[in-house]
């Protein structure tokens, strides 16, 4: 049984891969999912990387059908104001693109998956608007996909991740780990090691003034996800 962690960017992939290696299950990340792993290219994407368990990449989401039938997604949100903020505050949606320190060197080729596989998020101009759509259309087509390829599924919220949730997770995947060997594992990554620039000024009224109906729809998908929203469809 493989798996994959998948999520939107912004949304503590990396995080989740070196807790689930630490607590005894082989994770990568962006080791099998990416443009650059040559894994993409395979009907067997994991046959690269016999040594893991899974894979934890938001660029996943458009490759589900690599999975195999018994195969999990895991699927992680993160709060949405806390990942539009961080793409505005890297610029990661900036059009023309705006050089930022914050951005990875191969950026362009995360916007190309993106643009292909959830175009209509970059049919808006404004780069707040552009974030929130992406939050929820990326979201709704891992959803969907899982759904429409019978693959087993899971969704959970990055901020309710403890031991217990790390064990309801382990036990999906058929590993039976320890109380102790879960608090230990949480106490190996730190939840800032990939902490990028953030522009706080962005809050729900910012992305209403912004986008209009389109906070409408990230705010049912939020409330349906179990975050407390302001703003009602």
Known sequence: ????????????????????????????HEQVFSPWSGALHLSEPFAMRPDLRGDSSFMAAPYLDRLRAGDWVLHQVRDPIAVIRSHVGMKFFAEPFVQSKELAGDHPYYVAI????????????????????????WNEAIERSAGELGLRYVRYRIEALDVDLLRDL?????????????????????????????????????????SGSQALELAALAERYGYAVPVRA
């Open 1 to 28: 049984m493989r798996f994959v962690v998948t999520g939107c960017s912004r949304s503590g992939t990396l995080y989740t891969a070196r807790l689930l290696t630490a607590a005894g299950i082989p994770c990568g």
């Open 114 to 137: 993106i643009k292909d596989f959830t175009p209509d998020v970059f049919t808006t101009p404004d780069e707040t608007a552009r974030s929130a759509r992406y939050w929820v259309q």
């Open 170 to 210: 382990a036990g999906l995947l058929e590993c039976s780990l320890d109380r102790a060997a879960l608090e230990a594992a949480f106490r190996r990554p730190k939840t800032t090691l990939n902490t990028r620039a953030r522009d706080e000024s962005i809050s729900w009224d910012a992305i209403v003034r912004a």
